[in-house]
């Protein structure tokens, strides 16, 4: 989900960038909606506030790039100190930029997960494990969906999905929280296991 804001390059004084992955925790993935409620509220407040940025979620964790004031992003920092929908918040980078990377997203939110994204460029970098990277790779990442987003721009589609998903994940989605489709699919996987070996025993 995003929404876009009126400004296609905002204009903000002291103009930092935020990055920062964690980890979800079991309030956050026992509710189906927990990704568009995080999103809802964080486009609404961002508008006020003049943020901008990306929510990347997929394999249990998060990664999110914003953008804005030093101000308002030491104040979204502390938001999340507190949110118990996350846990073990690791801030990679905090510092002042020139330029916003997506300047039209109050917030786009993307889930990632190598079975349902059909991005060749994405699919290199699954399974998502954010804390495995070194900076060299999350900076690549943010440099891949930052090339979605001008695509998007070039032609004139900023408000739709930057990243395609497979039937299986659109199906899945449906049924469940994005966020908790990999659960799913592990249980799943998990009890067929169960059943083949309980099966070969008897």
């Known amino acids: 989900m995003s929404t876009i804001n009126d400004s296609t390059n905002p204009v903000t004084p002291d103009l930092c960038q935020l990055v920062y992955i964690s980890r979800i925790t079991s309030t956050g993935l026992s509710s189906p909606s927990t990704l568009n409620d995080i999103s809802e509220t964080a486009v609404e407040r961002n508008k006020i506030d003049n943020v901008t940025g990306i929510l990347c979620y997929g ?25 118990d929908r996350h846990k073990e918040l690791k801030i990679l980078d905090f510092s002042e930029i020139t330029k916003r990377r997506f300047a039209g997203w109050s917030l786009r939110s993307i889930t990632l997960e190598r079975w349902m994204t059909k991005e060749p460029e994405l699919k290199k970098l699954m399974p998502f494990k954010p804390y495995e990277w070194d900076s060299n790779e999350w900076q690549k990442f943010l440099d891949i969906l930052q090339g979605y987003y001008e695509e998007q721009t070039r032609t004139g589609n900023v408000d739709t999905p930057p990243v395609k998903y497979s039937t299986l994940g659109v199906t899945l989605s449906k049924v469940v929280g994005q966020h908790q489709a990999f659960f799913l699919i592990q249980t799943i996987l998990g009890l067929m296991i169960v059943a083949t070996l309980l099966w070969l025993l008897l």
């Open 59 to 83: 394999n249990g964790y998060f990664l999110q790039c914003v953008e804005g004031s030093e101000q308002a992003l030491t104040n979204l920092k502390n938001r999340l100190l507190v949110d």
